[in-house]
């Protein structure tokens, strides 16, 4: 199984460019989060999707948007990367709340 | 914030002793999870314990919960170089699968 998958694992943007980190899930999840992980702060949560077509802020949502496409699928979007967004975003999935978390492998991401 | 803290954020040991990892967090939960990184990779999971246990057990490893003091601990007996990574504590405060994460234990384990 590949459990969750996200493309791509690297990326350099300059400020103002967009992109979107791409992630799906082959459990079979309902829920589904974007994390960010930055130097000695842990990882902290963009926004979380508890099924498809919902989606929740996290606590760090500002400047980013986020579309589940389907069960499998759960996209990240920066419209307007900046500085601050550099950082290595996880995606993970879980079968439902108050359940382990699967996580990928991450997308480093520099914003120069 | 709302992240939790973990103490020692760095713990250097040798082979065979065993490792202890303190997490404190903020507000009530429903379950408190261990997770591993290493390197440059993804977290895995390790184990969950939930708000009414006190005490879990899964191979090495053993987790405690003390939810009177909000705090809980990771144990890993004879540790193994292949131990060498970052833990992370995770609570998860609203049954949704939502986790506040702590700032990690980095794990030296010295063959």
């Known amino acids: 199984n590949a459990g969750v998958t996200q493309t791509p694992k690297f990326q350099v943007l300059k400020t103002g460019q967009s992109m979107t980190l791409q992630c799906a899930q082959d459990m079979n999840h309902n829920s589904m989060y974007w994390y960010r992980q930055d130097p000695g702060m842990g990882l902290r949560l963009i926004y979380y999707s508890a099924s498809e077509g919902t989606t929740d802020k996290g606590e760090v949502p500002n400047g980013y948007n986020v579309s589940r496409l389907n069960k499998r699928e759960f996209s990240l979007r920066l419209e307007s990367a900046a500085p601050s967004q550099t950082s290595v975003y996880f995606c993970?999935?879980?079968?439902?709340?108050?359940?382990?978390?699967?996580f990928g492998q991450g997308t480093r991401l520099t914003v120069v | 914030s709302q992240q939790g803290e973990e103490d020692p954020q760095a713990l250097s040991i040798q082979e065979g002793e065993n490792a202890t990892m303190n997490c404190s967090y903020k507000?009530?939960?429903?379950?408190l999870q261990w997770y591993r990184q290493n390197s440059g990779r993804g977290l895995v999971h390790l184990i969950l314990i939930r708000s009414n246990e006190r005490e879990k057990h899964s191979g090495r490893l053993r987790v405690t919960l003390d939810t009177s003091k909000k705090s809980s601990s990771l144990l890993i007996t004879a540790s193994r170089a292949a131990d060498t990574a970052s833990y992370f504590c995770a609570t998860d405060y609203s049954n949704t699968g939502k986790l506040i994460f702590g700032q990690g234990t980095t794990l030296q384990v010295k063959p």
């Open positions: 993970a999935s879980s079968e439902r709340g108050r359940a382990e978390a699967f």
């Open positions: 507000t009530s939960i429903n379950n």
